[in-house]
C-alpha cells in the first residue's frame, strides 16, 4: 500500500490530524498537498496537545519525514515559529523537506487578504486573514514568489516588483492604504533563506523514488471537500484543491500511484465562516454539540457552526474523490440524544433530490430532510472494537456507512490516539 490520501470529507476540521498522526508511526512520509496555515490540526499525544497549521501532522512520529509539497502556500515566519514551537516542546523537525516550487506567503499577501475581506463587506467570505486566496491568486496569475526564488536576490527583486507594480496601485488607490516597499519585501524574504535552506529539495523525486521503493507515503488534506475551490460551495470556499486530485498536483505524483483515499467524516457537521450549510442548527442542539465537541476554530479561535450529519454532502464526498474508505470521527460527541436526526436527502422547490445540486441557488434553498436514529447513553470513549458499542451507535454508524457510499473503516471515540475503534486496516 505505497500511497493513501487522507482528506477531509465536509467543510474542514473533521480529525484530519489526529487520523494522520494515528497513521503516521506506520508510514514513510507524510505530505502536505494544497493549503497553507489556514489549515489547523489538533493531534492530543498522551497528556500533550499540538495545534499544527502548516507541517504536516506526521511531524510527530520519529520514524516519519513530513513533506511540504508544491502545492502549498507557505508563510516563511509561520513556518519557522512552529518549527522552533516544536524544537522547544522536544520534537525532531530536521528531517522536514520543503519543495522549491512551493508558493510563498508574504507580508503584502496577508494585508491584501484582511483588505479585501473588508471592501466586501457583508458579503465577505469569513477567511481565515492568512494571505492564503491573495498568494494562490498570484500562483495563477503568474506573478507569485516561490520558495526557489529566496536564493537569488536579483531573480527576487525582479519578481517582487512585478508583484507589486499593481498591487501598489490598488492599495493606494483603491483601498487607500500605503504602498509595501519593495526593498523592504526583499530584504525579509532574503532573511529567511539560510534558516529554510537546509530544508529545501525536489519533493517530487522524493516522493516519487519513495514510491517507487516501496515506502509508504501519505498525503493529508487541509481543508476540506465542500471547501474545495472547484467543487466546494464556490464562492465560500478556500482557494485550493482539498480534494484527491489536489494530492496529485500538489506534490507531482501521478494518480496511477494512489491506492486508497480516506475521507474523514464527522459524525455531525461543522464549518467556519460564511456559506450555505443545510443542516446548520441554531437551537440548543447546535450549542450542545459546539460544547460537547469543543467546536471551536484552531487557527482564528472562531465558534464553529454546527449541524446534523449530512448523508448528502458524504456521497458527494464519494463521488468526487473516489474515496476507498471512511474514518468516522466523534462519534463520542453524539451520545446521550435520545434520537439523532440525520439529513438523507434535501427538499428544493418542493422536489425531494439525493445528490448535492451543482446550482448554487438550488444548494442555498436546500432543506434538509431527516430521519430519525435512536441514539445511546452509555460512555463510548473506552471502546476498542465495534462489538463493544451499544446496538444503537452500532446502528448509527452502518446506517451513515450505507447512505454515504463507502466502508467506515475506523471509527473516533475521542481525541486521543488510542481512542479509535480500527475496523478494516489502512495499510
Ligand atoms: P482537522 O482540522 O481536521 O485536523 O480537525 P481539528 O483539529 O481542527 O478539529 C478536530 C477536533 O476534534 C480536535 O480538537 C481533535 O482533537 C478532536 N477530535 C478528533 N477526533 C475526535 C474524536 O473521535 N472524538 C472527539 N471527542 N474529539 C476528536
Ligand atoms: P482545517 O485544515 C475549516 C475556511 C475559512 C473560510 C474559507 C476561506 O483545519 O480543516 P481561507 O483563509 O482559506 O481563504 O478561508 O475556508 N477554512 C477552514 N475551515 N477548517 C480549515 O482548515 C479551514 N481553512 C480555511 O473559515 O470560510
Ligand atoms: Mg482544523
Known amino acids: 500500500m505505497p500511497a493513501l490520501v487522507l482528506l477531509g470529507a465536509q467543510w474542514g476540521d473533521e480529525g484530519k490530524g489526529k487520523a494522520t498522526d494515528l497513521l503516521g508511526g506506520s508510514v514513510d512520509y507524510v505530505v502536505r498537498y494544497q493549503g497553507g496555515n489556514n489549515a489547523g490540526h489538533t493531534v492530543v499525544v498522551g497528556d500533550q496537545k499540538y495545534a499544527l497549521h502548516l507541517l504536516p501532522s506526521g511531524i510527530l512520529s520519529p520514524g516519519c519525514t513530513p513533506v511540504i509539497g508544491n502545492g502549498v502556500v507557505v508563510d516563511p515566519a509561520v513556518l519557522l515559529s512552529e518549527l522552533s514551537g516544536l524544537n522547544e516542546r522536544g520534537v525532531d523537525t530536521s528531517k522536514l523537506l520543503l519543495s522549491g516550487n512551493a508558493h510563498l506567503i508574504t507580508s503584502y499577501h496577508t494585508t491584501i487578504d484582511k483588505v479585501s475581506e473588508r471592501f466586501l463587506g457583508k458579503r465577505k467570505i469569513g477567511t481565515t486573514g492568512r494571505g492564503i486566496g491573495p498568494t494562490y491568486a498570484d500562483k495563477i496569475n503568474r506573478v507569485g514568489i516561490r520558495v526557489q526564488d529566496i536564493f537569488d536576490e536579483s531573480i527576487l527583486r525582479q519578481k517582487v516588483e512585478a508583484a507589486l507594480d499593481f498591487k501598489n496601485q490598488v492599495l493606494a488607490k483603491l483601498y487607500n492604504r500605503r504602498a509595501i516597499a519593495v526593498d523592504e519585501v526583499v530584504e525579509e524574504l532574503l532573511g529567511y533563506a539560510d534558516k529554510l535552506s537546509g530544508f529545501v529539495c525536489d519533493t517530487t523525486l522524493v ?15 487541509g481543508q476540506g471537500t465542500l471547501l474545495d475551490v472547484d467543487h466546494g460551495t464556490y ?13 496529485c498536483t500538489g506534490s507531482g505524483v501521478g494518480p496511477t500511484k494512489i491506492n486508497r483515499v480516506i475521507g474523514i467524516l464527522k459524525a455531525y457537521t461543522t464549518r467556519v465562516g460564511a456559506g ?18 469543543g467546536e471551536r476554530g484552531v487557527t482564528t479561535g472562531r465558534d464553529r457552526r454546527c449541524g446534523w450529519f449530512d448523508a448528502v454532502i458524504a456521497r458527494y464526498a464519494t463521488r468526487v474523490n473516489g474515496l476507498t474508505d471512511f474514518f468516522l470521527t466523534k462519534l463520542d460527541v453524539l451520545t446521550g440524544w435520545e434520537q439523532i436526526p440525520v439529513c438523507v436527502a434535501y427538499e428544493i422547490d418542493g422536489k425531494r433530490v439525493e445528490e448535492l445540486p451543482y446550482s448554487q441557488s438550488d444548494f442555498h434553498h436546500a432543506k434538509p430532510i431527516y430521519e430519525m436514529l435512536p441514539g445511546w447513553s452509555e460512555d463510548i470513549s473506552k471502546a476498542k472494537t465495534f462489538a463493544e458499542l451499544p446496538k444503537n451507535a452500532q446502528a448509527y454508524v452502518k446506517a451513515l456507512e450505507e447512505m454515504s457510499g463507502a466502508p467506515i473503516s475506523a471509527i473516533g471515540v475521542g481525541p486521543g490516539r488510542d481512542e479509535t475503534i480500527e475496523i478494516n486496516s489502512f495499510l
Open 207 to 221: 516522493l516519487n523514488n519513495a514510491i517507487d521503493e516501496g515506502k509508504v507515503v501519505l498525503f493529508e488534506g
Open 235 to 247: 464562492p465560500f470556499v478556500t482557494s485550493s484543491n482539498p480534494t484527491a486530485g489536489g494530492a
Open 276 to 293: 450555505p450549510f443545510p443542516t446548520e442548527l441554531f437551537d440548543e442542539d447546535g450549542d450542545k454539540l459546539r460544547t460537547i465537541g
